[in-house]
């Protein structure tokens, strides 16, 4: 018996939730980049491969697999051609890397991505603690890059970090994210990722930041990089759904940590999203099974500890269990 389906019919037949949700999301897995670059013990650059390619066979449409920053600055992602050149591209899977300048660029064209994510900070205080220079100037050395993408056919997506809360500067305004927002999409990047760096956010802000840029920015997507860091993670996701958000950014069990709260928990498990999402019957197109055998499996020996993801331990909702053998109370005495 499928009791996913069980369970779905229960919580349709309760009336559903109070706002319409899109019939299908599409989930980009960041653990090989946003997970991998945080682990302390160097990961192997095979394991990285049998990783990657076990996700690319879940279903799951896109993989952002490494990150083009100097060698030196994120010794764990130093194979990242290595790694480009050693996984085995699906046909359908979208494979992104990370670009933070030209320089990186270069170093990506050479490795056939079909997508770059352009690094940039939304507020200055974190741009300067990451770029070194305040947020337009970080954006005008990504110019040369964003040039050398589009002249040759690589799609390119925004990153916004600290867009959704920053841990020097707090509360990011729509004001401020509508403004990087106008940057790339006047310099023709017309798909931007918010993210919740520091695990900051909370469900009424990312409703009220989704809701007011889709409006201002319509022809704009807009993709999701939550955090769990406070516990908030599937609330925000709902919070994104109930905007209208239909790109969300997740990691494998939950890998990936916060740069400002050492040993918290980072992104978002992609197998709690995928679980989620399909109890409310919203259409991902990723193997659960094959998600959860993956995490239990390679990525927890390549990690070598206990992942965040809480299906580290625990079975989907609807899987259920043989009840416990009936106890046989023993008679009182006397009677
Ligand atoms: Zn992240």
New binding site residues.
């Given amino acids: 018996m499928t009791t996913l389906e069980t369970a779905q019919g229960y919580a349709a037949g309760m009336g559903g939730l109070p706002f319409d949700l899109p019939a299908s999301v599409r989930i980009q897995e ?1 653990g090989p980049r ?1 997970g991998f670059q945080l682990e302390p013990a160097v990961i192997g650059t095979a394991d990285k491969i049998n990783i990657i390619d076990a996700l690319a066979a879940t279903g799951i449409p896109a993989l952002q697999l490494t990150s083009f920053v100097r060698p030196d600055a994120v010794p764990q992602l130093s194979d990242a051609a290595d790694v480009m050149a050693g996984c085995t591209k699906v046909p359908g899977v979208e494979y992104s890397v990370l670009v933070p300048n030209l320089k990186g660029a270069q170093r990506a064209m050479e490795c056939d991505a079909d997508v770059w994510e352009l690094m940039l900070s939304s507020t200055d205080a974190h741009s300067i603690a990451n770029a070194n220079r305040p947020t337009e100037a970080a954006f005008e050395l990504l110019r040369p890059a964003i040039e050398l993408g589009l002249a040759n056919d690589v799609r390119l997506v925004g990153a916004m970090a600290t867009s959704l809360g920053c841990p020097f500067e707090g509360r990011t305004g729509f004001d401020r994210v509508a403004w990087v927002t106008g940057l790339y999409a006047d310099a023709g990047v017309g798909h931007v990722t918010l ?1 919740d760096t520091a695990g900051l956010a909370d469900p009424a802000y990312v409703y009220d930041m989704c809701r007011r840029l889709a409006d201002a920015f319509p022809q704009t997507t807009i993709t999701l ?1 939550l ?1 769990n860091t406070r516990g908030l993670g599937m609330a925000n996701v709902l919070a994104g759904l109930a905007a209208g958000v239909t790109h969300y950014d997740s990691s494998i069990g939950g890998l ?1 940590g916060c740069p400002y709260a050492p040993g918290a928990t ?2 978002i498990a992609t197998e709690e999203l995928v679980h989620l999402l399909s109890l409310l019957g919203v259409d991902t197109g990723v193997d659960l099974d094959a998600l959860i055998r993956i995490a239990r499996g390679p990525v927890r020996a390549a990690v070598g500890h206990p992942l965040e993801s809480s299906f580290g331990k625990a079975d989907p909702s609807w899987v259920l269990h043989d009840p416990p053998a009936q106890q046989v109370l023993p008679q009182p005495a006397g009677t």
């Fill in positions: 960041v946003d993210a990089h955090h990936g980072g992104n």
